[in-house]
C-alpha cells in the first residue's frame, strides 16, 4: 500500500518542440503538497515553456503530465489552480480592485449571473488575505505595483485553490513591496497552499523556497533544495549562464488555462 502523497502537478519526461525547434529534452518537474517551488534558470533556459506545458498549454512530443493524481487531459477541477499572471499583460482599464479581484469567481457560476454570497465572501475573505480590503473601490491601476500584485493573488484566491502558480511576482516592485508580498505568501504557504513561483529576483523569497528547480538548454540541472542562507542551488553554474539574483525571462502572460 502507497501512503505516499500525490503530486499537485507533476510531468514527466517531457519532450517539447516549438516552431519546429526542441525547447525541453526530457524534462522532470514535480510539485507536492504544501511545497513551495522556484523555477528558475537563465534566457532560453525553458522554464517559460515548462510552466504552460504544465498548465497544458503547449503540447508535448512526449511524455506525461498530471494535475491532483489525474492525467492533464481528463482534469476538469481548475478552480484548484491558482494562476497569477504579470502585471503588464493586463488590459483593466477603469476597473477596481474589488472589481479585478471579483472575476476570480466567473467560473464558479453560470454566465450573467450576479455574484451570490458565497461568491461576495469568497471576494471579502481574499481581499482581507492580501490585506487590501479597505483599497477595494479604488481603480485597480491607480494601485502601487506592490498593490496590484496582491490583487491579483486575490483574485487567484477567490477560487479557493490548492495550488497557487505565480508569474515573476516580485518583477518590478520595490524593496518594500517585495517584502509585503513576501509575508502574503509565507501566510499561504502556511494554510498548506502548493506553490510554483517563476523567479526573476530571489529577493525576499529565497527564506520560503523549499526546493528549485533550475533549468538550463531545456534540461533539468538541478532539483533540490537551495544553499542554506544563500538562495543559490549547489549546483556549477557558468557564471555567464546563470545569477541566481538576475534569472531568466518572463513567462508570455495573460493567458490561462480554461477553468483555472
Known sequence: MNDSPTPLLQGRNLVVALHGHEILHGVDAHVMPGETVALLGGNGSGKT?????????NPTLQGTREVFGKPLRSFRQWQRV??????????LANATVRE??????????????????ADREAVDQALEKVRLTE?????????????????LIARALCTRPELMVLDEPLAGLDTSSQRTL????????????GILVVLHDLGPL??????AIVL????VIHDGQLLPGTGVPPVTIRPERYNPM???DPLPGGRRHRGA
Open 100 to 117: 479585478v479581484v471579483s472575476t476570480g469567481r466567473l467560473g464558479h457560476r453560470p454566465p450573467f449571473v450576479p455574484m451570490r454570497r
Open 206 to 211: 529565497a527564506e520560503l523556497i523549499d526546493r
Open 246 to 248: 538576475r534569472l531568466g
Open 216 to 219: 538550463r538548454d531545456g534540461q
Open 49 to 57: 515553456t515548462l510552466v504552460r506545458t504544465l498548465l497544458g498549454l
Open 182 to 193: 513576501s509575508a502574503v505568501l509565507t501566510e499561504l504557504k502556511q494554510d498548506g497552499l
Open 82 to 91: 491558482g494562476y497569477v499572471p504579470q502585471r503588464g499583460n493586463l488590459q
Open 135 to 151: 483599497l477595494q473601490p479604488l481603480p485597480f491601476l491607480r494601485m502601487s505595483g506592490g498593490q496590484q500584485q496582491r490583487a
